[in-house]
């Protein structure tokens, strides 16, 4: 017998990763169009700044074109992790350095609001890995799916 609160989920959670998909791309396709955004927030330590805005625009156009089909998944998936983790100290740096701030017109307080939002952007890459999770995870990922589109669409 059907149970109607995994198919709800189960229907739910493709709606959560076509929407994930659109924006990963669109972020990512955002990294070729307008790459200077990006190079501003990059830190000052990395030295190929231009090399490492188009290779993060690869990986998210690449994560979030992967996720789009069963088969491959796990590998979007896993890519969007990476990516997620490569990119947290542009966060870091737009929260301690003015100039990254003043360029993209935020204040401290909002930059610092962007960096909590990097682990639920993980969970759900997570979540989104494969078919079957506890049902703990399924809930929580419901629950964090509305705000994190929030953010990530006013980024």
């Given at each position: 017998?059907?149970?109607?609160?995994?198919?709800?989920?189960?229907?739910?959670?493709?709606?959560?990763?076509?929407?994930?998909?659109?924006?990963?791309?669109?972020?990512?396709?955002?990294?070729?169009i307008d790459p200077q955004y990006f190079i501003n927030i990059t830190p000052p330590q990395i030295k190929y700044k231009s090399f490492a805005v188009y290779?993060?625009?690869?990986?998210?156009?690449?994560?979030?074109?992967?996720?789009?089909?069963?088969?491959?998944?796990?590998?979007?998936?896993?890519?969007?992790?990476?990516?997620?983790?490569?990119?947290?100290?542009?966060?870091?740096?737009?929260?301690?350095?003015?100039?990254?701030?003043?360029?993209?017109?935020?204040?401290?307080?909002?930059?610092?609001?962007?960096?909590?939002?990097?682990?639920?952007?993980?969970?759900?890459?997570?979540?989104?890995?494969?078919?079957?999770?506890?049902?703990?995870?399924?809930?929580?990922?419901v629950i964090v799916f509305v705000p994190t589109i929030i953010y990530f669409v006013s980024i």
């Amino acid at each position: 017998m059907l149970n109607p609160k995994n198919s709800l989920i189960k229907n739910y959670k493709l709606i959560t990763i076509l929407v994930m998909s659109f924006l990963y791309v669109f972020i990512g396709v955002k990294h070729f169009i307008d790459p200077q955004y990006f190079i501003n927030i990059t830190p000052p330590q990395i030295k190929y700044k231009s090399f490492a805005v188009y290779f993060t625009g690869v990986l998210e156009v690449l994560g979030g074109l992967l996720i789009l089909n069963k088969k491959t998944r796990k590998v979007g998936s896993f890519t969007l992790i990476f990516l997620l983790i490569i990119v947290f100290p542009a966060n870091i740096y737009l929260y301690l350095s003015e100039t990254p701030q003043q360029l993209l017109g935020i204040s401290k307080t909002q930059a610092m609001i962007r960096m909590p939002f990097q682990a639920p952007l993980i969970f759900l890459s997570y979540w989104h890995s494969k078919e079957k999770h506890p049902k703990w995870m399924d809930y929580l990922s419901v629950i964090v799916f509305v705000p994190t589109i929030i953010y990530f669409v006013s980024i």
